[in-house]
């Protein structure tokens, strides 16, 4: 028979647990391994460890599934009772090998967390045979293990915040990302005040009041929490979000122009400016031939579309440009758009005004942008894909800041190789 330390590798357990006996359950396949903790462990809560008097048996003896052994599946049993605890009263006692409510090892967890951010869904489920909304349930335990470990918000100075569709039916979640580290920080449902207010409750005062930096797009409901609460911190305005309101401009112009010249009959026109949208819309330098010749033709038969077009391209420009250089490019432009007689342009040179402040934040701050936090919510999308079957959007939260706030454990065993 194999010796003890063997088996304790074998099912990666420590020295707090004492394997008493194993037997093979021939019914279901199983090795079962009985167990229980060392004196020193016991009459622990199972939810804040503190030390605690007895106060029943429980609900007798209970299997915790651990890793499988070869094509075996294996379970530890043991006792389950439970202590009076000052705190959460009575309460399961605290195992060394698995977490608090779990019905699997801490190994097996870990497996099924690192599986899920490396893997297909079906793959995870084939390979460990578990349902999926079990693995929803168990990425929420090492999420909420991890963060209760480390404290998630520390040290934030420079944060991004954004909103990114789950779900059909405008189900929103709002993100906050940490521009220092590139970690996902806070999620949670919805897209408003009330929402966003959530993590400045848990971020606090005096944490909050260290923020300097936050990266967000235009929204009047981020604008207003931030001012409230992040009395020292400077709202810089994105300038993705920035240009597209430039984009959009142009694109109001040409379709304007266009509908006119069809209203008025003017095939010639309209032959002239077929097909230039991209050409319009796009960066020059990734023109192709045939845009550039398109443009060309804009540029002589529609002075009104071609000026719109030099005023968007002049707004792209300011935010590569950075200090004074750019607050004076950024001011020419409003210069130029007030007096361009475009209204699309009008309006956009007040809503600039209206965002100046932030506007010129990100031209003096080394153009901090949203870029980090839209790079991290093209990721969300594809696991808001790959949860699809969890039970609730708190598994799909969890399965986000594993992947992408840095809690996803290394593979049983192999802790000194990450």
């Known amino acids: 028979m194999l010796g003890t330390n063997v088996w304790r590798k074998l099912l990666g357990v420590d020295r707090q647990t004492v394997i008493e006996s194993i037997d093979f359950d021939d019914e279901a396949e199983s090795v079962v391994v009985h167990v229980r903790p060392r004196r020193s462990t016991k009459r622990r809560c199972g939810r804040c460890g503190v030390r605690a008097p007895g106060y029943d048996q429980g609900q007798g003896r209970r299997n915790w ?67 999926w909304r079990t693995v929803g349930s168990i990425i929420t335990r090492v999420v909420d293990d991890a963060r209760a470990a480390q404290d ?34 806070w999620v949670a449902v919805g897209r408003d005040k009330a929402t966003l207010e959530q993590f400045f409750d848990l971020l606090g005062e005096q944490r909050s009041a260290l923020v300097k930096l936050v990266s967000a797009d235009a929204a009047e409901w981020i604008a207003t929490v931030v001012g409230e609460r992040c009395p020292n911190a400077t709202l810089c305005a994105d300038a993705f979000h920035m240009v597209s309101w430039a984009t959009r401009a142009l694109d109001d112009v040409r379709r304007e122009i266009w509908r006119a010249a069809r209203k008025m009959g003017a095939p010639t026109l309209i032959a002239r400016i077929k097909g230039c949208r991209y050409a319009l819309l796009k960066n020059p330098d990734h023109l192709t031939d045939k845009q550039q010749a398109g443009l060309a033709r804009v540029a002589q038969v529609n002075k009104t579309l071609y000026r719109a077009y030099l005023l968007k391209e002049q707004f792209r420009l300011v935010f590569q440009l950075r200090g004074k250089v750019a607050i004076r490019a950024l001011d020419d432009w409003c210069a130029w758009a007030r007096r361009c007689r475009i209204p699309a342009f009008v309006d956009l040179y007040y809503r600039v005004v209206k965002h100046r402040e932030s506007i010129i934040a990100t ?48 593979l049983p065993g192999r802790q000194e190789a990450a």
């Open 65 to 131: 599934r651990a890793l499988d052994l070869g094509v075996l599946l294996c379970h530890l049993q043991a006792d389950t009772p439970r202590v009076n605890c000052p705190e959460h009263g009575p309460t399961v006692a605290q195992v060394p090998w698995a977490r608090h409510g779990a019905g699997h090892t801490r190994d097996f967890d870990d497996q099924v967390a690192w599986l899920v951010t490396h893997t297909s869904k079906s793959a995870v489920g084939e390979l460990l045979r578990v349902a």
């Open 363 to 410: 031209l003096t701050n080394d153009g901090l942008s949203n870029a980090l936090v839209e790079s991290t919510n093209t990721k969300l999308r594809l696991l808001t894909r790959t949860a699809y079957g969890f039970r609730s959007t708190d598994n799909l939260i969890a399965l986000c800041l594993l992947d992408r706030g840095g809690y996803c454990p290394p």
């Open 152 to 185: 998630p918000f520390d040290g934030l100075r420079r944060i991004g915040i954004d909103e990114i569709s789950y779900k059909r039916g405008h189900k929103y979640l709002t993100v906050v990302v940490d521009h220092d580290t590139g970690r996902l920080v």
